[in-house]
C-alpha cells in the first residue's frame, strides 16, 4: 500500500522564480493538505484541496497556489520565490476534509532559494 | 487564533529515563494529534486522542488528553535512542478544521 509520495525530493530555484511541487495522496484518501515546515520549528499550514477545490487556507499570500486533479493528486505552486521561501513543504492526506483523526505525510520536498 | 506551546523545547537524556512532554493552548480541540519526525521525513503519526480525560497507551508511550480538551501530556517510560525524534503535537478546533502544529519537542536520548 503505497503512502504519499512527494516529488522533487530535493530543489534549487533561484529568487523571482516559480516552482511546482506535486503530490500523490494514500491510496484511498481523497484530501490533501500543503505544509511548510522552517528548521527547527513545526509545520505551517498553506491549504487543503478536496473535490478538486481549495477549501481551507492558511496565512499564506497568493504566490502560493495549487490544483488539485480528479485522481486526487495535488500541485502547490509557488511564484516570485523569495529566499524566506526555502523550507521543506510537506503533503499529507487523509479521508475527507479536516483531517482531525491524523494525516498521512509524504516525506517532502526541501526547497532552498539562492 | 489557534496556537499550539509546546514544552521542553529541547530534551536530552539518557538512555533508561522517563521523559513528559507538554502541549497546552488557549483554545478548545476537537481532538489533539501527536507525531514524530525524524530529519529529513514527513511526520508519523502516533495517535489521536478525542475524549476529554481520555488516555492511550502505545508501548512506553502513554498519551493524555486534558480534561477541557485543551492540552495534552505524552509521557515515555525508559526511553531508548529509538525515541531521538522531533514530537510534534497537533490539533482541530472542529472535525473538518483545519490541523495546526506546535513547534515541537526536541527529543535526544543518549546510550
Known amino acids: 500500500d503505497a503512502g504519499v509520495t512527494q516529488s522533487p525530493t530535493h530543489l534549487i530555484k533561484t529568487r523571482g522564480q516559480q516552482v511546482t511541487l506535486r503530490c500523490s495522496p494514500k491510496?484511498?484518501?481523497?484530501?490533501v493538505s500543503w505544509y511548510q515546515q522552517a528548521l527547527g520549528q513545526g509545520p505551517q499550514f498553506i491549504f487543503q484541496?478536496?473535490?478538486?477545490?481549495?477549501?481551507q487556507r492558511g496565512n499564506f499570500p497568493d504566490r502560493f497556489s495549487g490544483h488539485q486533479f480528479p485522481n486526487y493528486s495535488s500541485e502547490l505552486n509557488v511564484n516570485a520565490l523569495l529566499l524566506g521561501d526555502s523550507a521543506l513543504y510537506l503533503c499529507?492526506?487523509?479521508?475527507?476534509?479536516?483531517?482531525?483523526?491524523?494525516?498521512?505525510f509524504g516525506s517532502g520536498t526541501r526547497l532552498t532559494v539562492v | 487564533t489557534q496556537l499550539l506551546e509546546q514544552s521542553p523545547q529541547f530534551l536530552s537524556i539518557q538512555e533508561g529515563e522517563n521523559l513528559t512532554v507538554y502541549c497546552n493552548s488557549s483554545?478548545?480541540?476537537?481532538?489533539l494529534q501527536w507525531y514524530r519526525q525524524e530529519p529529513g521525513e514527513g511526520p508519523v503519526l502516533l495517535v489521536t486522542?478525542?475524549?476529554?480525560?481520555e488516555v492511550k497507551k502505545l508501548k512506553r508511550l502513554t498519551f493524555q488528553f486534558g480534561d477541557a480538551r485543551k492540552d495534552s501530556s505524552l509521557h515515555i517510560t525508559a526511553a531508548q535512542p529509538g525515541d531521538t525524534g522531533l514530537y510534534l503535537c497537533?490539533?482541530?478546533?472542529?472535525?473538518?478544521?483545519?490541523?495546526?502544529f506546535g513547534p515541537g519537542t526536541s527529543l535526544s536520548v543518549i546510550p
Open positions: 491510496s484511498g484518501h481523497d484530501t
Open positions: 486522542v478525542v475524549t476529554g480525560g
Open positions: 483554545s478548545v480541540f476537537s481532538s
Open positions: 499529507a492526506s487523509s479521508l475527507r476534509t479536516g483531517g482531525s483523526y491524523g494525516y498521512t
Open positions: 484541496y478536496y473535490e478538486e477545490e481549495e477549501r
Open positions: 497537533a490539533g482541530a478546533e472542529t472535525s473538518y478544521d483545519k490541523v495546526i
